[in-house]
């Protein structure tokens, strides 16, 4: 009896040396990634992105350029980036959070609750998909680039249903001018933005 106690309490022992070992390497990892001022962090763990990891390209463009530097989705009303984003979501996205966002096997992005206060923000957005959450929400970075997150990120705030003010990601101009989805609404192939037609 004596014995196994003793066992569990090494055994204790070695994993709290373990997980503090862990947490020393996080802090150990270096503050930001080669070209980005903001530090993205994993949604969950907290621990600090590298975003030059995963599907090459889609990092040299003005968008993304921009949005590491400053947070500010440069796509957010983009007709071209949405026509875009549209697509890429339905392709990475939609079989777990429903067509329009409004949750299936994963929960509702178009309204204004959500289980990670940071995803209010766009880079919060980012960081969930480039890094992942809980359990079936797995990183995205192997499959979209971060200049594809930001067009996927303009197509979920597009779908956005709830109230105007909470949409922290438009500045007061955009507020002003925001008009949901509405079902049916397509962007034609030449409409004119930042985003090239997908391949
Ligand atoms: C295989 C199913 C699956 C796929 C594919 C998937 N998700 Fe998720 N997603 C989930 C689940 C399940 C959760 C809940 C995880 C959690 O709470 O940690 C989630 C959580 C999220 C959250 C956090 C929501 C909140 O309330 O804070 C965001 C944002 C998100 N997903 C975006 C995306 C985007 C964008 C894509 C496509 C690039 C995507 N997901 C693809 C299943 C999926």
């Known amino acids: 009896m004596?014995?196994?106690t003793?066992?569990?309490?090494a055994a204790c022992l070695a994993l709290a040396l373990a997980l503090a070992s862990v947490g020393l390497a996080a802090l150990a990892q270096p503050a930001s990634g080669p070209q980005s001022g903001i530090v993205f962090r994993n949604t969950v763990t907290g621990e600090a992105l590298d975003t030059s990891q995963g599907k090459e390209g889609g990092r040299d463009t003005p968008a993304v350029k921009a949005f590491f530097e400053s947070g500010?989705?440069?796509y957010?009303?983009?007709k071209a980036c949405l026509r875009n984003g549209e697509s890429l979501f339905a392709t990475s996205c939609s079989g777990c959070h429903?067509?329009?966002?409004?949750?299936?096997?994963g929960p509702g992005l178009n309204d204004n609750?959500?289980?990670?206060?940071?995803?209010?923000?766009d880079t919060g957005l980012f960081s969930t998909i480039f890094g992942g959450a809980n359990g079936m929400m797995g990183p995205h970075n192997e499959n979209l680039t971060p200049d594809e997150m930001l067009q996927v990120i303009a197509w979920i705030r597009h779908l956005y249903t709830g109230p105007v003010k909470d949409a922290?990601?438009?500045?007061?101009?955009?507020k002003k001018t925001y008009r949901p989805y509405r079902e049916g609404e397509t962007f034609p192939r030449d409409a004119k933005g930042q985003c090239k037609p997908l391949e």
């Open 2 to 4: 004596m014995m196994q």
């Open 6 to 9: 003793r066992t569990g309490l």
């Open 72 to 74: 500010k989705n440069l």
């Open 76 to 78: 957010i009303d983009d």
């Open 98 to 105: 429903g067509h329009l966002a409004e949750g299936k096997l």
């Open 113 to 121: 609750y959500w289980t990670y206060p940071a995803n209010t923000e």
């Open 168 to 174: 922290v990601w438009l500045d007061a101009e955009q």
